[in-house]
Every structure is written in C-alpha cells, then in structure tokens.
Nanobody
Framework: QVQFVESGGGLVQPGGSLRLSCVVS????????MGWYRQAPGEQREWVAV????????DYRDSVKGRFTIFRDNAKNTVYLQMENLQPADTATYYC????????WGQGTQVTVSS
C-alpha cells in the first residue's frame, strides 16, 4: 500500500519561505510523476506542482510559478516543495500524491501565511 507522509508546514509571514517534504512508502518516486496539491478551507483541492519522471521536467500552476520549486530525492524516496515569497493566498493544507491520477491521500501539512 502506497502511503504519503507530508511535513514541513507551519505559520510564516508574507514573503517568507518553507520547504515541504513528502516521504513515500510502498512505491518509488522515481517511477511515477509526482505532484503537490493543496486545499484551502472551503475550496476544492488543486494541483500546484508536478515533477514528470520520464521527461525530467516540472510544471506549476500559474499562481506559484517563479516562487515554488518541486524536486525529488530518489535515494530518500522523498519529494520536496520549496516555497518562496509566500502569500496569504498560499494558505492551505498541502498534499503530495501521484500525478495526474492521485490515489489515497495522506494527512497533509498545514501552511498558514499571515502577518
């Protein structure tokens, strides 16, 4: 059974940075496209960033381009999301999962951007 354990969230002021981590068990991050998703209160979950394995490329939703970076460490079977210049609109619970067809979700990690 594949499991995702996200961590690294917290409370940060606007303009601040965080690095999220997602440890994957039961599968290999080197075999599948992996994505970060987020869900704000009262909103639907949305895709944020993806690292595509075969093409070795990344892609981001427009609102985070230039601020977020997704990368993976195959040896640690971990996917990361480096987030810079965080804004209040980035406040959400962040999840990692396979992309484009996510499977069972982990508990996520809460990111709150507020002054």
């Amino acid at each position: 059974q594949v499991q995702f354990v996200e961590s690294g969230g917290g409370l940060v002021q606007p303009g601040g940075s965080l690095r999220l981590s997602c440890v994957v068990s039961g599968s290999s991050v080197s075999r599948y496209a992996m994505g970060w998703y987020r869900q704000a209160p009262g909103e639907q979950r949305e895709w944020v960033a993806v690292v595509i394995i075969k093409e070795r490329t990344t892609d981001y939703r427009d609102s985070v381009k230039g601020r977020f970076t997704i990368f993976r460490d195959n040896a640690k079977n971990t996917v990361y999301l480096q987030m810079e210049n965080l804004q209040p609109a980035d406040t959400a619970t962040y999840y990692c999962n396979e992309w484009p067809r996510p499977i069972d979700w982990g508990q996520g990690t809460q990111v709150t951007v507020s002054s």
